[in-house]
């Protein structure tokens, strides 16, 4: 498991995104605060994937606490990372905060079309 320290700011409280990667299961468990500053993290763990045979590609967001735009542009990017591999990618267990910047965006319809 690698826990990441990101600060916002000299003032702010240091936000923390842990990432553990599952290579067997190929699936990627998030849990804090999927942001700018640490949301690069996300799609340097889904590239660790890239020489798995895993068809498919998880992403466990349910310990996600916070999520801003730039966690967003990163599961978008981690979603292209996957169809440039000639994968697909799920996210499964998405937490509120997650699953409606995914809805609002239309990420989640173009996951829903690559995998039909």
Do not use: I
Request: net charge positive; with cysteine; glycine share 6%.
């Amino acid at each position: 498991m690698l826990a990441l320290s990101d600060t916002r700011s000299p003032l702010a409280e240091p936000a923390l995104l842990s990432v553990q990667v599952r290579r067997t299961r190929a699936t990627v468990v998030l849990s804090g605060e999927l942001d700018r500053d640490s949301a690069h993290h996300l799609v340097d763990a889904l590239a660790s994937l890239t020489g798995t045979d895993q068809p498919c590609w998880v992403v466990d967001a349910a310990a996600v606490t916070w999520c801003d735009a730039g966690g967003l542009r990163a599961l978008a990017a981690a979603h292209a990372l996957a169809l440039t591999h000639g994968r697909r990618l799920r996210l499964v267990n998405a937490s509120r905060c997650v699953e409606r910047l995914v809805r609002l965006s239309g990420l989640d319809l173009r996951m829903a079309e690559a995998r039909a």
